[in-house]
């Protein structure tokens, strides 16, 4: 499975952004998807995922502010960012998982940063 992530930048408080990852390598289908942040001195955290049939989870952080999603046409999942705090900066990482399986698949890292 490869994943690339694409869409990061800088950004002032309250803006927006798109992040996108593209997944080639296997069925789109059969991987939860999702999105990490790791921030300078932190630990890698998650932040939102999409399973297979489009159920959704957010950390409570982000609730409300982001929005994760799936296109099977595009093998592209999307983690639109609104009201970005400065707190949002990090490096966003893309993740796939069979659900049946414990190891997770990582794209590269995309930086996000929010001037306040």
């Known amino acids: 499975v490869q994943l690339q992530a694409f869409g990061g930048g800088l950004v002032q408080a309250g803006g927006s952004l798109r992040l996108s990852c593209s997944f080639s390598?296997?069925?789109?289908?059969?991987?939860?998807m999702g999105w990490y942040r790791q921030a300078p001195g932190e630990e890698r955290e998650p932040v939102s995922f999409?399973?297979?049939?489009?159920?959704?989870d957010y950390t409570n952080s982000v609730k409300g502010r982001f929005t994760i999603s799936r296109d099977y046409a595009k093998n592209t999942v999307y983690l639109q960012m609104n009201t970005l705090k400065p707190e949002d900066t990090a490096v966003y990482y893309c993740?796939?998982?069979?659900?049946?399986?414990?190891?997770?698949?990582w794209g590269q890292g995309t930086q996000v940063t929010v001037s306040s």
């Open positions: 993740s796939a998982r069979r659900p049946s399986r414990k190891n997770i698949m």
């Open positions: 390598g296997d069925d789109f289908r059969l991987y939860i």
């Open positions: 999409i399973t297979p049939v489009g159920s959704t």
